[in-house]
């Protein structure tokens, strides 16, 4: 059935299931496997075009070979980017100054200028979401440290977590957070206990970038309706 694959293909637990986006050949290997009595090459092919043609199907500029994704997907992000931007200026910062420069003074291991800037932006920024960029090996791990000491300090829950589970240990043994965990146990975790709570909580999330844009816009939503910054 062309059409019950095509939608499956087009579902969560389809192309984008693991990834992102995805390219023909992976639809013309989908439709191949799908031929169990075999079928022709040409087939084939007309099969995965008539499917990349299909309204839900987005094709996206590349520059080396055309990628694709679906408007489900699309959606979420969509919905990742207006999160962030209706929960700009969302209320006062959590954190007053005094407790920045004392988390600053007091660490055994001081930061770095770049480090010590972007934790007092962070510390005292009104949005409920905020980015840092920066090349690995830069301190992000160091920054999410300090950023746990002066948030817990003004009492508020500090939750971590990350795609891998390298990475949420990393939160854990380095950054110190009690609890990290990969963002799918935090969404199972976030589903059967209801949500955030009502206690303040700053989410850290590290390698964000790394992140299936499905589970993070998941994250993400539960923390807006929970209030969490993130």
Not at 62 to 78: A, C, D, F, M, V
């Amino acid at each position: 059935d062309e059409g019950a694959l095509a939608e499956s293909l087009s579902s969560p637990h389809g192309l984008t299931a693991m990834h992102n986006t995805f390219s023909e050949r992976e639809v013309l290997r989908a439709f191949a496997e799908a031929a169990r009595e075999g079928s022709s090459v040409e087939s084939i092919r007309e099969r995965a075009r008539r499917y990349l043609a299909r309204p839900e199907v987005r094709a996206l500029p590349t520059e080396i070979e055309p990628r694709h994704t679906t408007e489900e997907l699309l959606s979420h992000e969509r919905a990742l980017v207006g999160s962030a931007a209706r929960r700009r200026d969302e209320g006062p910062a959590w954190v007053s100054p005094a407790t920045v420069e004392a988390v600053l003074r007091d660490r055994a291991n001081p930061l770095t200028e770049g480090q010590q800037r972007a934790l007092r932006a962070l510390a005292r920024s009104p949005h409920g979401i905020e980015a840092v960029e920066a090349l690995a090996g830069s301190g992000k791990t160091t920054l999410s440290g300090a950023l746990r000491q002066a948030f817990e300090a003004e009492g508020a829950n500090v939750v971590g977590a990350a795609p891998t589970g390298r990475a949420s240990r990393e939160l854990r043994e380095r950054a110190g957070l009690r609890y990290a965990q990969t963002l799918d146990r935090l969404l199972i975790d976030l589903e059967q206990e209801g949500g955030f709570g009502a206690t303040r909580t700053l989410l850290l999330i590290d390698e964000a970038s790394m992140a299936h844009t499905r589970k993070l816009s998941h994250v993400i939503a539960h923390a807006a309706r929970d209030s969490v910054k993130v």
